[in-house]
C-alpha cells in the first residue's frame, strides 16, 4: 500500500527551463511534506518543506504547491540548471516536523545543457 | 562541522548471519531515525531513537532492532539476515523540537545478503 505515489519515474527538461515534480498522497492525516534530493552514492539531502496550513513554499529556485483536496503537490524548480539533475524524493509525515517519514519511489530528473 | 556518518559503507553476508551498523549524529542533534532503501524504491522507515529509547518504528520485523547510546551515536542490527534484506541502509539525523521536519541523511551502508 503505496501512501505517497511518483507515478512519473523520470522527466528529461532543458537547461534553463522549468521543471514541474508531481507527488500524489493517499493518507489524509499527513499534515507536513518534504522534498529531498539524492545524487549517486550520496544520502538525501533536505530541499524545501510545507505544512498542511500553507499552500504554497518558496524558497529561491524551488517552490513547493501544496494541493489537499487533491492530495497533491508539486516542486517546481525555475530555472532548471544541469547540476539539479539526481533523484528527487517526494516525503510525507503525519505528526509534524520530526516525525517518521513515508516517501514516494522517486523521480530521476535530468536537465540538458 | 562533521554531518552524518556511517560505517561500514559495504558489507557482504551470507543468509542466517547478522550484522550490525553503526552510525554517528550530526554535530548537535539528538535524534537518530533509521530507513531501508531498496532498489528502485524510496527509503522506507525502520525505527527512530531519542534519549536512548526507541520512539517510533515501522513496518520491519523484530529481527530489526536498534539502541542510541549516551552521546547520542546509534546502532541497527538485523539477525537472521534474509536475501531480502539487501539494500541500502541510511542513517539520519535531526534535533527533537525541531520545526522543519529536515533530517540530514549519511552516505549509507551498502548490505549485500548472499
Known amino acids: 500500500d503505496q501512501q505517497v505515489k511518483q507515478n512519473s519515474p523520470s522527466l528529461s527538461v532543458q537547461e534553463g527551463r522549468i521543471s514541474i515534480l508531481n507527488c500524489d498522497y493517499t493518507?489524509?492525516?499527513?499534515?507536513?511534506f518534504l522534498w529531498y534530493k539524492k545524487y549517486p552514492a550520496e544520502g538525501p539531502t533536505f530541499l524545501i518543506s510545507i505544512s498542511s496550513i500553507k499552500d504554497k513554499n518558496e524558497d529561491g529556485r524551488f517552490t513547493v504547491f501544496l494541493n489537499k483536496s487533491a492530495k497533491h503537490l508539486s516542486l517546481h524548480i525555475v530555472p532548471s540548471q544541469p547540476g539539479d539533475s539526481a533523484v528527487y524524493f517526494c516525503a510525507a509525515s503525519a505528526h509534524g516536523a520530526n516525525s517518521k517519514l513515508t516517501f514516494g519511489k522517486g523521480i530521476t530528473l535530468s536537465v540538458r545543457p | 562541522d562533521a554531518g552524518v556518518t556511517q560505517s561500514p559503507t559495504h558489507l557482504i553476508k551470507t543468509r542466517g548471519q547478522q550484522v550490525t551498523l553503526r552510525c554517528s549524529p550530526k554535530?548537535?542533534?539528538?535524534?537518530v531515525s533509521w530507513y531501508q532503501q531498496a532498489l528502485g524504491q524510496g527509503p522506507q522507515f525502520i525505527f527512530q531513537y531519542y534519549e536512548e529509547e526507541e520512539r517510533q518504528r515501522g513496518n520491519f520485523p523484530d529481527r530489526f532492532s536498534g539502541h542510541q547510546f549516551p552521546n547520542y551515536s546509534s546502532e541497527l542490527n538485523v539477525n537472521a539476515l534474509l536475501l531480502g534484506d539487501s539494500a541500502l541502509y541510511l542513517c539520519?539525523?535531526?534535533?527533537?523540537?525541531?520545526?522543519?521536519?529536515?533530517?540530514?541523511f549519511g552516505e549509507g551502508s551498502r548490505l549485500t545478503v548472499l
Open positions: 554535530s548537535g542533534h539528538d535524534t
Open positions: 539520519a539525523s535531526s534535533l527533537a523540537g525541531g520545526n522543519t521536519g529536515e533530517l540530514f
Open positions: 493518507n489524509s492525516m499527513f499534515d507536513y
